[in-house]
């Protein structure tokens, strides 16, 4: 299955580049390269906004999968987030987004994420996403 295609998102603004691993019911890995950052012209550590949505977006993902795929005029939209930032990414490095459910209902999910890079977690938190 191509996973991607459920993401309304192209580039530059889609924040995944791959789903590693997909356990139905318990957990969605995806992979971001932050190389895809070049219209982003810094060279200080990747803002935690761009961060948070790349997480959204694997939480968007995984949703459809639990539920069902967005509709033609459906689009996802991120409710509240509560995260822990607890280091920074670095402009190219990998990111490993590890997102957990914690309450899935059919159009909208409470979801545990983190976010990874060399084995060591940058943020922790979970967040709300729905269908609009």
């Given at each position: 299955?191509?996973?991607?295609?459920?993401?309304?998102?192209?580039?530059?603004?889609?924040?995944?580049?791959?789903v590693e691993?997909?356990?139905?019911?318990?957990?969605?890995?995806?992979?971001?390269?932050?190389?895809?950052?070049?219209?982003?012209?810094?060279?200080?550590?990747?803002?935690?906004?761009?961060?948070?949505?790349?997480?959204?977006?694997?939480?968007?993902?995984?949703?459809?999968?639990?539920?069902?795929?967005?509709?033609?005029?459906?689009?996802?939209?991120?409710?509240?987030?509560?995260?822990?930032m607890l280091?920074?990414?670095?402009?190219?490095?990998?990111?490993?987004?590890?997102?957990?459910?914690?309450?899935?209902?059919q159009d909208?999910?409470?979801?545990?994420?983190?976010?990874?890079?060399?084995?060591?977690?940058?943020?922790?938190?979970?967040?709300?996403?729905?269908?609009?």
């Amino acid at each position: 299955m191509d996973y991607l295609s459920l993401l309304p998102h192209e580039y530059p603004l889609r924040l995944v580049d791959k789903v590693e691993l997909y356990k139905p019911g318990e957990e969605l890995v995806s992979k971001y390269d932050t190389r895809h950052l070049k219209w982003l012209s810094i060279k200080t550590p990747i803002p935690e906004t761009i961060l948070m949505e790349g997480m959204a977006q694997s939480a968007v993902i995984f949703t459809q999968l639990e539920t069902r795929p967005l509709q033609n005029d459906e689009f996802p939209v991120l409710g509240a987030i509560n995260a822990t930032m607890l280091s920074q990414v670095e402009p190219g490095q990998l990111i490993t987004y590890n997102i957990k459910p914690l309450r899935l209902l059919q159009d909208q999910a409470l979801i545990e994420g983190s976010i990874w890079v060399d084995q060591r977690r940058i943020l922790k938190g979970t967040l709300t996403v729905g269908i609009s």
